[in-house]
């Protein structure tokens, strides 16, 4: 499973339109020049944006696109769905009764990826922009790129060692 191009593009750009607007339209030339996404591909996905009503267009000399809403009443899941770029982890259609193998049958594994898509939507849309654009989402994976030691704080855990158990206190 994978997020799509589209979906990616789309966030990224309106990442970058949060952090750059300053109260200003941004010209898309500019976000795509930071970005390194093609011109044309953005002016698709803000076509779409601005459908679903997450960006508006100021026309004109100095002229660009807005968000729509504060960056933090923005929701992630909201930016990816308005490209159509379906949230989902199984091959089967979505809200279907019916499943991917040839008989129409669910695979034994379709319960299991159905749920990780729901929690992938579930998470998505409890970020916002300004979650992003302020790194609020860094938990141990941000650290560990980042490249903070994550000896110094083993998980919150009172008296914990790295030899303790995963959520387990140190014997004393």
């Known amino acids: 499973m994978r997020l799509s191009t589209r979906g990616r593009y789309a966030v990224m750009a309106m990442v970058d339109?949060?952090?750059h607007s300053a109260g200003k339209p941004v010209a898309l030339a500019?976000?795509?020049q930071r970005q390194e996404i093609s011109l044309s591909y953005l002016e698709q996905l803000f076509a779409r944006l601005r459908r679903a009503g997450l960006v508006g267009a100021v026309r004109g000399p100095g002229g660009g696109y807005r968000i729509a809403?504060?960056?933090?009443?923005?929701?992630?899941?909201?930016?990816?769905?308005a490209v159509d770029e379906p949230i989902r982890a199984t091959r089967c259609q979505l809200g279907?009764?019916?499943g991917c193998l040839q008989g129409r049958s669910r695979c034994l594994t379709h319960d299991l990826w159905e749920e990780l898509?729901?929690?992938?939507?579930?998470?998505?849309?409890s970020v916002t922009l300004a979650d992003v654009v302020s790194k609020r989402l860094l938990g141990r994976s941000g650290r560990l790129h980042a490249g903070i030691a994550t000896e110094a704080a083993p998980d919150a855990v009172p008296n914990a060692t790295p030899d303790a158990a995963p959520g387990q206190a140190a014997a004393e």
Request: no cysteine; aromatic share 6%; hydrophobic share 50%.
């Open 17 to 19: 339109l949060a952090v």
């Open 30 to 32: 500019e976000i795509a």
């Open 69 to 81: 809403f504060p960056a933090g009443e923005t929701r992630i899941a909201d930016i990816i769905l």
């Open 96 to 98: 279907s009764p019916r």
């Open 117 to 125: 898509g729901n929690q992938i939507h579930l998470f998505l849309s």
